[in-house]
Each structure stands twice: as structure tokens, then as C-alpha cells.
Nanobody, 115 residues
Framework: QVQLVESGGGLVQPGGSLRLSCAAS????????MGWYRQAPGEQRELVAS???????NYADSVKGRFTISRDNAKITVYLQMNSLKPEDTAIYYCMGSTRFQEYWGQGTQVTVSS
């Protein structure tokens, strides 16, 4: 059974930091591209950051320079370090793993940036 389980969300003040984790099981993690998406209320889900199986990264313009995606294949985990958080970063953050033929999603973790 494939599972992607996010953790690390919560309430943080503007300018603060959070690190999200996504622990995978049931997949050959090292061959999957991994991504973080987010969905704010009333908005469409959008890509935040992605990392290929080889470690190449891609970021949404809105988070460049503030967020960093990384992966640890030994721990079967992908991370999203979020710094200098803004209220507009408030959303549910989802982890996604994909190959050419398969795509899996986690259940999401809430991130709220508010004073």
C-alpha cells in the first residue's frame, strides 16, 4: 500500500519558518520525482516546488529564494524548508510523488501564516 504522509505544518507568524516533511512508503522512492503543492481556500492547487530523482529542483516564482525542497532517499522522505513566510503562503500543502506511469498524493498538512 502506497502512503505519502505529510507533517510539520502549523501556525507561524509572518517572517517565520517551518519545515514540512513527507514520508513515503510502498514505493521505490528513489525513482520518483517528488513535489510540494498547495491549495488555498477558493483557489486552485498549485505547484510550489519539485525535485527530480536526480536532485534537480524547480520552484514557483512566488517562493523562489524563500523555500527549499530536498530529498533523503535513505530516509524515504522529501522536505520543504519554508523561510520568510508570508500570509499569502497560507494553504494546505500536499506532497506528490510521480513517475511516467504513476502518481500518488498525500492527505495534506495545513500551514497558516498569521500574526
Amino acid at each position: 500500500q502506497v502512503q505519502l504522509v505529510e507533517s510539520g505544518g502549523g501556525l507561524v507568524q509572518p517572517g517565520g519558518s517551518l519545515r514540512l516533511s513527507c514520508a513515503a512508503s510502498g514505493i521505490n522512492f528513489s525513482i520518483y520525482a517528488m513535489g510540494w503543492y498547495r491549495q488555498a481556500p477558493g483557489e486552485q492547487r498549485e505547484l510550489v516546488a519539485s525535485i527530480t530523482k536526480g536532485g534537480s529542483t524547480n520552484y514557483a516564482d512566488s517562493v523562489k529564494g524563500r523555500f527549499t525542497i530536498s530529498r533523503d532517499n535513505a530516509k524515504i522522505t522529501v522536505y520543504l524548508q519554508m523561510n520568510s513566510l508570508k500570509p499569502e503562503d497560507t494553504a494546505i500543502y500536499y506532497c506528490m510523488g510521480s513517475t511516467r506511469f504513476q502518481e500518488y498524493w498525500g492527505q495534506g498538512t495545513q500551514v497558516t501564516v498569521s500574526s
